[in-house]
């Protein structure tokens, strides 16, 4: 089957289809995503938080994303695979934004890529648009923003800040974006975006009227200390690893592993003075 492309998605939002999107970093995750029927995957730099342990997006470079796109990319053949931004790599010139947003997609393979900005950022969506490269934009919290937003907050709470943003998100589609993530905004100001767009929106925290949602792998697999209010764990898996790696310890530690099936055995065996073969190479 063929890879999602950007007019699928649109059919599916004029469809009225739900679109789920999921992040993944590495090719054992994307491909368990795409094994789950996930239709689109988003290397998101949340990278930087979720697998590198910093405490924002804002050190992750374009050779962390394009490293973690090529794997993603290799493990998957249905998934349409969208690529994020890093922070620097398409604020400083529209030049800039071209030549990075080509690295992902020549360099790591993505199908797409997602940029943080409303009509500030429309010159580069045209351009990185008018280059042949499908982009996603995102509004609401954008975390690269995160020290002038002052924190991960909701975004949009007054009426002239919720305008604002139903403003960002068409000069977005008129930029030519293909959809666009609203993140961490009122369930209404969700609702009134999407209504104000003919591209589909993908909502992360931002209610039940979007056309999609997008949650982080490792929050929706219980790996986030603290998750936002917005999350839902849909599986406890890290104490299942937890529980998975205690007991491979305890089976070290106690020589119950490897156990006779999980070793092999020489096709030689040792052999005394006379020639006569010990047994099991004794
Ligand atoms: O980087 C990311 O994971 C994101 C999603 C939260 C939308 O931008």
């Known amino acids: 089957m063929a890879r999602i492309r950007v007019p699928k998605v649109q059919e599916m ?10 992040t993944a970093y590495d090719a054992p995750f994307a491909r368990a995503a795409e094994e789950a029927g996930i ?46 931004m890093p922070f620097l790599s398409y604020q400083v ?24 900005g409303g009509r500030e950022m429309a010159s580069r969506v ?15 919290l954008t975390p ?7 924190g991960y907050r909701t975004q949009g709470r ?25 993140e961490a905004v009122p369930e209404e100001v969700g609702r009134m975006i999407t209504e104000a767009v003919s591209i589909p ?18 929050d929706l697999l219980g790996f986030t200390p603290k998750p936002a209010h917005f999350v839902r764990i849909f599986g406890d898996v890290r104490s299942q690893v937890v529980q998975a790696l205690k007991r491979y310890r305890e089976a ?9 099936n999980e070793v092999t055995h020489a096709d030689w065996v040792v052999k005394d003075s006379q020639g006569v073969a010990k047994e099991n190479g004794q």
Do not use: C, W
């Open 144 to 150: 690269q923003a995160v020290h002038r937003l002052g």
């Open 126 to 140: 045209e351009a990185i648009v008018a280059s042949g490269i499908p982009v996603m934009g995102h509004v609401g």
């Open 201 to 218: 929106t993908i909502g992360i925290g931002a209610g039940r009227y979007t056309s999609g949602q997008v949650l982080v792998i490792y």
């Open 252 to 260: 070290v530690e106690s020589r119950e592993f490897p156990g006779e």
């Open 39 to 84: 239709p689109l995957i988003l290397v998101g730099d949340s990278l930087g938080m979720a697998v590198l342990g910093y405490e924002t997006t804002l050190p992750v470079t374009m050779e962390d994303m394009i490293r973690h796109t090529k794997a993603v990319v290799a493990a998957t053949s249905r998934a349409m695979v969208i690529a994020d």
């Open 93 to 116: 010139s529209v030049e800039q934004a071209i030549a990075n947003a080509g690295r992902l997609v020549k360099e790591g393979g993505a199908q797409a890529v997602k940029l943080e």
């Open 13 to 22: 939002r004029d469809a009225g289809t739900p679109i789920a999107m999921v």
């Open 158 to 182: 007054d009426e002239a800040a919720a305008r604002k943003l139903i403003e960002d998100a068409k000069a977005l589609e008129a930029a030519g974006a293909f959809s666009i993530v609203i």
